[in-house]
């Protein structure tokens, strides 16, 4: 099936400082999604891209739809402790054929925010 | 509050017994979707339904079985012939029609022994 490459695994960081985080794939994508998980529940949707080039904002989270249609990043801004968690990328690949439902997803970056 | 429910939050089951996990919602979604979560691993499909009474399977299908005889439920089976069973399993739910945005239950955690 389809793969996502997500990076890092895992971050390290201090209250108060940026990140990044991407997933690339070898496939053209309609559609990137950006989610996140707390310990135990399910993962939440952060923010949906579905053009190419476009850069979505919700709140102190920005996400961005790769040029080439094969990448997406998200930046937090400022981490805070409750930013801690995993988050997953997801995305739709195109020409799925009748399977247009189904996304296919990362593995996830595990984020920890020392105070 | 429209959203999706799954229950029981735990289950513990003895090896070799079915067991059914429950996931309603109320959003009017046409499309919903069960996922197996392992520890370090992203979300594995099992099997989604994109309407009532249809549905396919996903890329771990064996040992499970679903049913969609409702639009507002859609029930997974974990049977004895699924080999490790023990995970945290999640119900999405989506518009459907092209809408790609999937929605997650906050999950059920199941353990065989």
């Known amino acids: 099936g389809q793969q996502l490459n997500q990076s890092p695994q895992s971050m390290f960081i201090q209250e108060g400082e940026d990140v990044s985080m991407n997933c690339t794939s070898s496939s053209i994508f309609n559609t990137w999604l950006w989610y996140k998980q707390d310990p135990g529940e399910g993962p939440v949707l952060l923010i949906a891209?579905?053009?190419?080039?476009e850069l979505t904002s919700n709140g102190r989270l920005t996400a961005q739809f790769g040029i080439t249609r094969k990448d997406s990043f998200l930046n937090i801004s400022a981490s805070i402790p409750s930013d801690v968690g995993i988050y997953f990328c997801?995305?739709?690949?195109?020409?799925?054929?009748?399977?247009?439902?189904?996304?296919?997803f990362g593995k996830g970056t595990l984020l920890t925010v020392n105070p | 509050d429209g959203g999706i429910t799954q229950s029981p939050k735990y289950l513990f089951r003895k090896e070799g017994q079915n067991v059914t996990l429950s996931c309603e919602q109320n959003?009017?979604?046409?499309?919903m979707y069960w996922y197996r979560q392992d520890p370090g691993q992203g979300l594995r499909l099992i099997y989604y339904?994109?309407?009532?009474?249809?549905?396919q399977k996903g890329d771990i299908a064996e040992g499970y079985s679903v049913s969609r005889e409702k639009k507002e439920s859609f029930p997974l089976t974990v049977t004895s012939a699924q080999k490790n069973p023990t995970a945290f399993y999640l119900c999405?739910?989506?518009?459907?029609?092209?809408?790609?945005?999937?929605?997650f239950g906050p999950g059920t955690r199941l353990t065989v022994t």
């Open positions: 339904s994109q309407i009532v009474n249809d549905f």
């Open positions: 997801a995305g739709q690949v195109k020409n799925s054929g009748g399977s247009n439902y189904k996304l296919t």
């Open positions: 959003l009017n979604h046409d499309a």
């Open positions: 891209l579905y053009k190419a080039g």
């Open positions: 999405a739910s989506s518009l459907g029609g092209g809408a790609y945005e999937q929605y």
